[in-house]
């Protein structure tokens, strides 16, 4: 079995069938006994440090990894209004400056910055810091994190001798992640998943669609492709949860699904040179006739944190919260207020009553790759107990916003 099919298999362990049932109260499945529910939650943890284990040795394999960093310092030289051209598109100015600074060892300093997981403003503290006080209400935690195009299509900007055994250029990561692990944090990583779908399939089926990728050309966030994935990997991942059974969201009754050729026009940080809009191929999730698709709901077991991923290609009926909900049965509680994934959403989420958090089982917080740095909106902020949650500012002082809010 190659590396990537054993990256493949672990996450497959962790998600048994999805279960029919459930309720249209917000009410989530009764909890599995304590004993059974840590076992599991082991056993899930065990199998994401293997896949984290598994990834960073495919990546230090496959190498090349200074000649990406030195190409991506020369691009920078190169920066238009926070855009830089490559051979197919654009990459972002902050996706370059950000995998630099996660990525490159700091002289004196940690091997990466990804390990500095002493410093206040990193963000393995805040992250192990929220799972601890949701953990301790019995709510479970997931990061859920995903590479960005630069560290995904690495050959748009320099020539590669080959792409066999490509696993990601995305060396820290895997790292962190594991570290985030090792402190009793679930973290799915998607880079496995998003390396192996990166082009589509041809047409005629046979080989793959170079033209049909995760990431929008002229824009950092993904296409409805890559927001179907990551929602169909997050929904087998919380099917392992031992409370969970399937929502009461159920296609043919509640939505229904339509692929359709989208014209995808809204660019971010203002328009790049040469963008033009970009047709994808996109399932659409619709509500059915005279009713509105019930993706959110603030009474929901499950609570999504997120920026503006989770909202893209809303227009379109394809952001990733409609298909969670195609896949799970469950609409979401979300949370994500503009002005920075990294901080703006714990504060919020910060305000919730105890009547709210009664009815919690879960809190997903997705974070693309290119958050991750340190700074000053990655502070721990305590989530339960606060007497004034809205006296902390919802964004630190150098901004964040590494998702696009």
């Not at 440090?49 to 190169?78: I, K, N, S």
């Not at 002289?107 to 990804?114: H, N």
Request: net charge neutral; hydrophobic share 40%.
């Amino acid at each position: 079995m190659t590396r990537s099919a054993r990256l493949g298999a672990a996450l497959l362990l962790l998600a048994p069938l999805l279960a029919a049932g459930g309720g249209d109260d917000g009410a989530a499945a009764p909890a599995a006994p304590a004993r059974d529910a840590e076992a599991l939650r082991a056993e899930r943890l065990a199998l994401q440090r293997t896949r984290c284990d598994e990834l960073a040795a495919a990546v230090d394999q496959f190498g090349h990894l200074d000649t990406f960093a030195g190409a991506a310092r020369q691009l920078l030289t190169r920066v238009d209004e926070r855009f830089v051209a490559v051979r197919d598109g654009v990459f972002t100015d902050i996706a370059l400056e950000n995998w630099l600074d996660w990525n490159e060892p700091r002289q004196g300093g940690p091997v990466l910055p990804s390990l500095d997981t002493e410093a206040t403003d990193h963000p393995y503290r805040a992250i192990v810091e929220l799972n601890r006080e949701l953990r301790a209400r019995g709510i479970d935690f997931l990061l859920v994190s995903f590479p960005t195009r630069p560290s995904l299509y690495p050959e748009l900007a320099l020539d590669l001798p080959s792409m066999t055994g490509f696993a990601g250029f995305c060396p820290a990561t895997p790292r962190f992640a594991r570290a985030l692990i090792d402190a009793g944090v679930e973290v799915l990583y998607l880079a496995p998943e998003f390396v192996a779908e990166r082009y589509g399939v041809a047409p005629d089926g046979t080989g793959t669609d170079t033209a049909d990728q995760l990431f929008l050309r002229y824009n950092q966030h993904w296409t409805p492709r890559g927001a179907e994935l990551a929602a169909r990997k997050v929904a087998e991942y919380v099917a392992g949860y031992p409370w969970f059974e399937r929502g009461p969201g159920k296609e043919g009754t509640d939505f229904t699904l339509r692929t359709k050729d989208v014209e995808v026009a809204i660019v971010w940080g203002g328009t790049p040179k040469g963008a033009k809009p970009e047709r994808c191929k996109a399932t659409q999730v619709l509500p059915r006739p005279g009713r509105r698709l019930d993706s959110v709901r603030p009474s929901s077991p499950i609570v999504l944190l997120s920026g503006s991923f989770a909202d893209f290609h809303m227009v379109s009926s394809a952001d990733f919260t409609a298909q969670l909900y195609r896949h799970t049965g469950w609409p979401v509680d979300k949370v994500n207020p503009k002005g920075g994934i990294e901080d703006a959403c714990r504060v919020a989420l910060s305000q919730k009553s105890e009547a709210d958090w009664k009815r919690k089982k879960l809190v997903i917080w997705m974070v693309a790759e290119q958050a991750f740095k340190r700074g000053q909106p990655w502070r721990p902020i305590p989530i339960f107990g606060r007497t004034d949650p809205a006296a902390d500012p919802a964004r630190g002082n150098d901004g964040g916003a590494g998702d696009g809010r």
